[in-house]
């Protein structure tokens, strides 16, 4: 074999290699991809999970009511409904906030290139010793903008935000340590458990299940 030969085989070889590993490069780039940024828990910080609660306490309590809300009640007939709260009443719901929120977490992902398969409703804490209908599951959700400083709106008719990478922030009920989370693409690897951070607490504040 020629030197010239060898040499055009050699650099064939190498164009070959070269163009293997770029494609191999690009499928990771426009693959669906799911992790976990972030795993709070937002009664780790009790001084601003109280306030939270009483701020939640203070704007069901009809006595804050905007006055055009409280004009309409009484149009309605429902002058009521305008009592304002009193102390067993703020105990009630006190209770009944920490009932929900005190075992509760809030997982943060970052979502790249979903595909039309991926499922923001595929969050799920499978917990083999109970009915599978019971399973605790998203809750909560809200899209932010890839670095998780901005809410994003999704389009009528979509069901995720038109952009190839997004966060989506949840919350999961009744967290159990030994348990995984399992997302639509499989189980997800999980940081350490840390306090909710401020951020959140204002772009994905927590809402009582309906």
């Not at 070889?13 to 991809?33: D, K, R, V």
């Not at 901005?150 to 009744?174: A, M, N, T």
């Not at 306090?195 to 772009?203: F, G, I, N, T």
């Amino acid at each position: 074999m020629s030197v010239r030969r060898l040499l055009t085989l050699l650099m064939l070889f190498f164009l070959t290699f070269s163009l293997a590993q770029a494609q191999t490069a690009m499928n990771e780039l426009i693959s669906p991809s799911i992790k976990v940024l972030g795993f709070y828990s937002p009664s780790a910080a009790s001084d601003r999970y109280s306030r939270f609660i009483q701020q939640e306490i203070a704007s069901h309590d009809p006595a804050n009511f905007p006055e055009d809300q409280k004009i309409l009640l009484r149009k309605l007939g429902r002058g009521d409904a305008l009592q304002p709260f009193t102390e067993d009443d703020r105990r009630e719901w006190e209770k009944h906030l920490r009932r929900h929120m005190d075992d509760a977490t809030v997982i943060e992902v970052l979502v790249s290139n979903p595909s039309a398969t991926s499922d923001i409703g595929g969050f799920v804490q499978p917990d083999p010793s109970q009915p599978e209908s019971t399973w605790q599951v998203a809750w909560n959700e809200k899209f932010l903008t890839a670095d998780g400083e901005h809410l994003l709106e999704v389009r009528r008719g979509k069901k995720l935000p038109d952009v190839p990478q997004f966060r989506v922030v949840f919350v999961i009920h009744s967290w159990k340590q030994n348990l995984p989370l399992r997302s639509s693409d499989g189980e997800l690897s999980l940081p350490p458990i840390q306090p909710l951070p401020e951020r959140l607490w204002r772009l994905a504040p927590y809402q009582m299940p309906g």
